[in-house]
């Protein structure tokens, strides 16, 4: 990354190696998703089905107390519980199951909005061949193969798991004198140094130190007063110089 | 511009917005803040777009980011189609539908009624085969159910009181879960409808057989004829539906599988409404008239068969005229 003869500023974007998938909308930005894994959703999978396992006995106990009108009760709980219960909450509640929602997940669109009727549908009626030959095999083959995490109901209705993204708090910045960088810094070099700055609470001296001392030739300095430079250079990207 | 100097011009603006975002996954947001929404939006993407183009740092583009997410998700919505339109549906989108997958239509009921008429003949004909598709306990059970001795026919005695609601209840359960696994077992290449249908087909047509072979005919015929209109033709249909999603796999023609796949799963998911409809309804004339003892069979046998005559005149000719515009 350091040289005096940076990329031009245009510098072509690497693919992040990473798991997020991009969407660009009418207003030409692009939407970073992140999928979630096989993990996490058999984790909410496990809630969802506590949940609903206590539901029907709570329910179940409860008609049993009005014999054959109870039983009818029952069944029509059963049906509801079993068939309704994800596609009820996932259209009503913003794509997100308690289940999701605890684990902090949500169902959209391939296209980025809010899931509806017909593709919740869709997905949880497969869910049944998902579930085949036993215990969740097929979707997890499937899930585990795709690069967006996609069981077979998620293929066929055009769906897709992610995270809710939840605000992060703002880190303080070491003070600093505000300086100019000394050699031309492309975009990902600029973001690069402001992590360094950002991040440097989350990380520990020695480990600053050797990051820090990489650029310290091209910052023209000793190895020992890298930190403080780039740091210099951090808040003189952020504010006035 | 200088980052510090970016955000401190917009950051109230970042705020009202988020709050509103707010009030709108809430659900309470007021219709007249909604005026400027799409002009917020708009311009929270614009200073998205600076900000990344800029290389301003993680901590000020992942928020915006994350504010214009939530604002795609407000403003972007797939149309419902079933809401709106839903008489428009069972007038004429649903016959239609199934008309213009005749074929797959065809298919289903052909390997459905087939194996439940044919099995029907062969357990009439060879009356120990039903133990080959059917437990004996089951049907035991069975033959007590349509015993002409019963008052009230399709269930055991001692549950005669108050039974018909338990009943459209169990129905309800129990057919539409067929129906439902009838159709997502087509995504394995089909061979899952294939087999419910066969399977299905099988399992009634043995129990239709043996039941006329031992006598109880004339309870049983009368009991099914009514719903069976609907509950068969739901079963077919289903069945259906499931080999369009089958069938878009192995021939996916033009598109990719992937896209295919998810273009029959949106036109299957609409005959599965239907399908829905149709064992409402068949769970309600099961519980609420089948099981009734008083008419005769003359009138039943009436009834049934204007039933089926209903469900076929709808599928084959309702909608086919054109209406007024909507």
């Known amino acids: 990354m350091p040289s005096p003869h940076a990329l031009p500023r245009t510098a072509p974007h690497i693919a992040p190696l990473d798991t997020r998938s991009q969407i660009e909308t009418p207003e030409g930005i692009d939407l970073l998703l992140r ?52 596609v009820l909450f996932e259209v009503l509640n913003q794509g997100r199951t308690p289940g999701k929602q605890i684990m902090g997940l949500r169902v959209i669109h391939d296209d980025g909005t809010p899931v509806g009727w017909t593709a919740s549908l869709i997905r949880n009626l497969l869910r049944f061949v998902d579930m085949l030959p036993f215990c969740y095999s097929l979707g997890a083959i499937s899930c585990l193969q795709h690069p967006q995490f996609k069981r077979l109901g998620d293929l066929a209705a055009g769906t897709l798991v992610v995270y ?42 020695e480990r600053t130190q050797e990051l820090a001392s990489i650029l310290a030739e091209p910052l023209q300095v000793s190895p020992a007063l890298a930190v403080p430079r780039l740091n210099g250079v951090a808040s003189g990207l952020l504010g006035p110089t | 511009m200088k980052q510090s100097l970016f955000e401190l ?15 709108l996954e809430k659900g309470k947001a007021q219709a007249t803040s909604n005026e400027t929404f799409g002009r917020d939006y708009r311009r929270i993407c614009h200073q998205l777009a600076m900000a990344q183009e800029r290389g301003y740092s993680s901590h000020l583009v992942d928020p915006l980011q ?49 194996s439940l008429i044919g099995m029907g003949l062969l ?25 002409p001795q019963s008052s009230r026919i399709g269930q055991t005695l001692e549950r ?50 043996h039941l006329t072979g031992i006598g109880y005919g004339q309870t049983f015929w009368s009991f099914v004829i009514g719903h069976g209109a609907f ?39 609409q005959l599965i409404y239907g399908v ?25 046998y009436t009834v049934g068969a204007a039933l089926w005559a209903m469900v076929i005149a709808y599928l084959v000719f309702a909608g086919r005229a054109p209406h007024a515009p909507d």
């Not at chain 1, 809710?164 to 000394?182: N, S």
């Not at chain 2, 004909?125 to 437990?135: A, E, H, K, M």
């Open chain 1, 164 to 205: 809710r993204d939840k605000p992060r708090p703002r880190p303080v910045l070491p003070h600093a004198t505000p300086i100019i960088a000394p050699f031309v810094l492309n975009l990902e070099e600029q973001r690069a140094i402001l992590s360094f700055a950002e991040r440097q609470v989350e990380l520990s001296t």
């Open chain 2, 9 to 23: 011009r917009h950051q109230a603006d970042w705020q009202r917005f988020a709050e509103r975002l707010d009030a």
């Open chain 2, 66 to 114: 994350q504010l214009a997410m939530r604002g795609h998700q407000q403003l972007y919505r797939h149309r419902h189609p079933m809401g709106a339109q839903l008489l428009n549906f069972v007038l004429a989108g649903f016959p239609r539908l199934v008309r213009a997958e005749w074929r797959l239509v065809v298919i289903a009921s052909l390997l459905f009624f087939g």
């Open chain 2, 123 to 147: 357990v009439h004909g060879f009356p120990d085969l039903i133990y080959s598709v059917i437990d004996p306990e089951q049907v035991a059970e069975m033959e007590s159910m349509y015993d």
């Open chain 1, 35 to 86: 999928p979630a894994g096989l993990v996490v959703r058999a984790l909410a999978f496990s809630i969802d089905f506590s949940i609903r396992a206590t539901v029907m006995a709570a329910l179940f106990l409860l008609f049993s107390l009005f014999e054959s009108f109870g039983a009818g009760l029952s069944a029509i709980a059963l049906f509801l519980v079993t068939w309704w219960y994800m």
């Open chain 2, 276 to 300: 829905m409809l149709f064992l409402l309804i068949a769970a309600f004339i099961e519980a609420y008239w089948s099981s009734m003892t008083w008419p005769g069979p003359a009138i039943k």
């Open chain 2, 231 to 269: 509950e068969l033709t739901a079963i077919a249909l289903a069945g259906a539906a499931g080999l369009k999603l089958g069938w878009a796999l192995l021939a996916p023609g033009a598109l990719r599988r992937g896209e295919a796949l998810r273009r029959a799963a949106r036109t299957s998911v």
């Open chain 2, 160 to 209: 005669a009181a108050d039974a018909d609601w338990m009943m459209f209840g169990y129905y309800i359960m129990h057919n539409i879960g067929i129906a439902f696994q009838t159709y997502a077992t087509g995504l394995l290449f089909g061979l899952g409808s294939l087999f419910f249908l066969f399977f299905n087909g099988l399992t009634i047509g043995a129990v239709a057989g």
